[in-house]
């Protein structure tokens, strides 16, 4: 594979980009450095309980998680008169099952009734979307690697339908949702990268450092589908341009 390669070349510090490549570099090896980036909930991603924000092993990076509440909030603040919400995830990645309960909790409070809608692979996400799209006011969709990679299958199906998708992050609301509160992953890298430079220059020591998050999160929203189901959004949101 290709983190035994890195093994193999005794490289200074591997980067692993997202959960998936964060647990083949922690299941590769135990001493060489191990920055992730683009990683949700990393108590989740490695198996930890009672996660306290630091690893303490030569695993260390940045997380991508907003605030589930507020991204509960911006369900309420855009579709206050929504009853049903669907969770739409894919049951083989921890870091969206941990979203999604999160959220769901958080959406309850508010008066939403939520129902999940996990799908296994990318060869079952039409299905149990359409579901989703039959059965949900609103569709949540959390930074979830599958659906990022086929937001064309779900914009196919829940534009159509006219039923709503807020995301878990900017690059998949900019495939298929209408909002979302999002950090900014050019940030999110260059953190990571002056965490990498801490520890290359021995600055820092990776098992002392505490994973780092966004500072500040902005709520986004895509014009082209908010305008093709005639959603008003609040000045408050910055449009999406990319």
Same mark, same amino acid.
């Given at each position: 594979?290709?983190?035994?390669?890195?093994?193999?070349?005794?490289?200074?510090?591997?980067?692993?980009?997202?959960?998936?490549?964060?647990?083949?570099?922690?299941?590769?090896?135990n001493?060489?450095?191990?920055?992730g980036?683009?990683?949700?909930?990393?108590?989740?991603?490695?198996?930890?309980?009672?996660?306290?924000?630091?690893?303490?092993?030569?695993?260390s990076?940045?997380?991508?998680?907003?605030?589930?509440?507020?991204?509960?909030g911006?369900?309420?603040?855009?579709?206050?008169?929504?009853?049903?919400?669907?969770?739409?995830?894919?049951?083989?990645?921890?870091?969206?099952?941990?979203?999604v309960?999160?959220?769901?909790?958080?959406?309850?409070?508010?008066?939403?009734?939520?129902?999940?809608y996990?799908?296994?692979?990318?060869?079952?996400?039409?299905?149990?979307?359409?579901?989703?799209?039959?059965?949900?006011?609103?569709?949540?969709?959390?930074?979830?690697? #599958?659906?990022?990679? *086929?937001?064309? =299958?779900?914009?196919?199906?829940?534009?159509?339908a006219?039923?709503?998708v @807020? /995301?878990? %992050?900017?690059?998949?609301?900019?495939?298929?949702?209408?909002?979302?509160?999002?950090?900014?992953?050019?940030?999110l890298?260059v953190?990571?990268?002056?965490?990498?430079?801490?520890?290359?220059?021995?600055?820092?020591?990776?098992?002392?450092?505490?994973?780092?998050?966004?500072?500040?999160? #902005?709520?986004?929203? *895509?014009?082209? =589908?908010?305008?093709?189901?005639?959603?008003?959004?609040?000045?408050?949101? @910055? /449009?999406? %341009?990319?």
């Amino acid at each position: 594979t290709i983190i035994n390669g890195f093994v193999s070349d005794n490289v200074d510090l591997i980067l692993a980009n997202a959960t998936p490549a964060l647990q083949a570099a922690q299941a590769g090896t135990n001493t060489i450095p191990v920055l992730g980036t683009s990683v949700t909930e990393y108590g989740v991603a490695l198996g930890i309980d009672d996660f306290d924000g630091l690893v303490g092993t030569n695993i260390s990076g940045t997380s991508d998680l907003a605030p589930l509440d507020e991204q509960a909030g911006i369900i309420k603040e855009l579709f206050p008169d929504a009853k049903t919400v669907g969770l739409l995830y894919c049951s083989a990645e921890p870091n969206s099952q941990y979203q999604v309960d999160t959220v769901k909790a958080s959406l309850e409070e508010l008066g939403y009734t939520c129902e999940y809608y996990a799908f296994s692979d990318s060869n079952d996400l039409a299905t149990v979307c359409q579901s989703a799209a039959d059965a949900s006011d609103v569709i949540y969709v959390p930074t979830d690697n #599958t659906v990022a990679n *086929n937001t064309e =299958i779900v914009n196919n199906i829940c534009q159509p339908a006219g039923v709503p998708v @807020v /995301a878990g %992050e900017e690059g998949i609301m900019s495939g298929c949702g209408v909002a979302t509160l999002s950090i900014s992953y050019y940030d999110l890298g260059v953190a990571t990268g002056k965490m990498a430079a801490k520890i290359l220059t021995g600055e820092s020591k990776v098992e002392e450092m505490p994973i780092e998050y966004a500072p500040e999160f #902005t709520k986004e929203y *895509n014009p082209t =589908i908010a305008e093709a189901l005639g959603i008003t959004i609040p000045d408050d949101y @910055v /449009a999406y %341009e990319g």
